[in-house]
């Protein structure tokens, strides 16, 4: 990446409510110092954890970290969180990141679920398939090829070239590809032990230059079952591309897997650098 010009004071969140909030807050801190080597413009990072609306509202950016979908959704709905963070995301469409627990909170439909037992904030024209792979004890490691880090964050080495060891915990899966029209929503209700985000309206003259568009597969697990394959992903998705672990539409980015986990900072690197685009489109228009 060459220098991203633009606006220097940047704030990034991380919903601190429960799970691995703390993981998240270290290695974006290490993102910013690689970045800092690969810029011209000198820029001010904060990083930090978010409880209240206010603390929210100071954010130009977001992370959902992993942990319990369920406890994130009801300590948000205790403390009046859940409509500003679908407000966040959803509606001035701010940059945000799920990683596993936060992919399943960003989804707009998740299956497995007892209706009444979570919400969903939603931002992501999925369907995710809760606690895919089982238990905790059957968690497990994969070497990831994520095209997206191929010609980026030079840490110095050959490291940028080589596969993300990420760390899978009674992770989801995306299941599904929504097409983002009217009335999807509605069918997916139907469907038994599945919940669905509420609609929200981006608000065009905040949320500058976005254009929702499809869901973009970003990366996927090799080996293991094919995802789900329906008319609306028909010529997407191969045969043998594996399960989907790793989603993009517009602000929002979604991982099953835990980034903040492995001590690698190339994901996070890569996704400042998503962000900073986006809120130099964002000040500027």
Do not use: Y
């Not at 399960?243 to 900072?265: C, K, M, Y």
Request: aromatic share 4%; with cysteine.
């Amino acid at each position: 990446m060459g220098s991203i010009e633009g606006v220097t004071n940047i704030t990034v969140g991380v919903l601190a409510l429960q799970g691995a909030f703390n993981e998240h807050v270290q290695l974006l801190r290490q993102a910013a110092k690689i970045l800092s080597t690969k810029e011209t413009v000198e820029r001010t990072w904060s990083f930090t954890e978010v409880r209240t609306e206010p603390e929210l509202r100071s954010c130009d950016a977001l992370i959902l970290p992993g942990g319990e979908s369920t406890a994130i959704s009801l300590v948000a709905q205790r403390s009046n969180m859940l409509e500003p963070l679908r407000d966040f995301v959803k509606v001035t469409r701010k940059p945000t990141w799920g990683t596993c627990a936060g992919l399943i909170l960003l989804a707009e439909s998740a299956n497995r679920t007892k209706k009444g037992g979570q919400e969903l904030i939603g931002g992501l024209d999925v369907r995710v398939n809760r606690n895919h792979f089982g238990r905790q004890i059957e968690s497990f490691e994969a070497d990831l090829n994520l095209p997206f880090l191929s010609d980026g964050d030079d840490l110095g080495s050959d490291k940028h070239r080589s596969p993300f060891r990420a760390i899978f915990i009674r992770a989801p899966i995306v299941e599904k590809l929504l097409p983002h029209v009217a009335g999807e929503q509605q069918g997916e209700a139907s469907i038994g032990d599945t919940i669905v985000a509420p609609s929200r309206t981006i608000d065009e003259s905040v949320a500058r230059g976005i254009n929702l568009g499809e869901v973009e597969i970003m990366g996927t697990l090799p080996g293991r079952a094919a995802a789900l394959k329906t008319d609306e992903n028909t010529g997407k998705l191969d045969a043998e591309a594996g399960d989907i672990i790793a989603v993009r539409q517009a602000n929002v980015f979604g991982t099953s897997f835990h980034p903040e986990l492995t001590g690698d900072p190339r994901i996070h690197v890569w996704w400042l650098e998503q962000v900073i685009e986006a809120v130099n489109l964002r000040r500027t228009s």
